[in-house]
């Protein structure tokens, strides 16, 4: 069992963001995010009798790079600036950052680490994963989706896909994004067409949790649910979601 000393490496998170500015929205949002992410992996690495240490470290550590992403780029978004988990990847471990953190780290840990890490905003896993890795790169997966939902609830919608309002309110769904929902799997980013396609895409993320535990924190939490309740103005739209609503959580 890997003995992370938690306290240790949340406050080398806490100094390594200090440089990026905290009070700032965007850094002030990923640092919660992360601290989040990282208590969620942790609940789901016990439920599955994984190492909560181990997916706790995943958590905290897999969007390290977001920060100088920001810095560099003054966005998120990946294809407008740089591909925040090959960032983050390059970071811990070509850079040697991952060392601040858990110094103890085994190689085999560190492995699955940086499977985990590198891995984490695909659309899908590689085939070649060993068990463990997948179990850890699963784990990370399914605790950064739950906390996206908060995260898009938290954060104006405008804001998060920079369209206007009426342009949100009024757009309909795409056909190849409505059955994405009707085959219960994640939405690719090149079939997202209109404004709310994207709203759509983060909801259908409920399909892709892996473990049930994940399912029940995200019901509990109710973020879906919410990002459910958008009222377009669109009369096909608004049926759309009254649908979703109904069939979100069938089995």
Partial sequence: ??????????ETFRKYTEAYNPADPKIKLKINHTYRVAGICAKIAASINEERNLAWLCGLLHDIGRFEQVKRYHTFVDAESIDHAELSHALL??????EAFAPDLSSADKGILEKAVAYHSLYRLPADLTEKELT???????????????VNCD???EEIYNVSTEALKTAAVSDAVRQCFLNRTAVRRDL???AIDFLVGHICLVFELVYPISRQIAKEQGFAEKLLSFQSE??????????????IWDE
């Fill in 155 to 157: 954060t104006p919608p």
């Fill in 136 to 150: 850890y790169c699963q784990i990370l997966r399914d605790a950064d989706k739950i906390d996206i939902f908060r």
């Fill in 1 to 10: 069992m890997y003995r992370l000393d938690q306290n240790k490496a949340a």
């Fill in 234 to 247: 669109n009369r096909e739209t608004a049926a759309w979601f009254a649908y979703m609503r109904k069939h």
């Fill in 192 to 194: 997202r067409k209109t």
């Fill in 93 to 98: 471990f070509s850079e040697g950052l991952l």
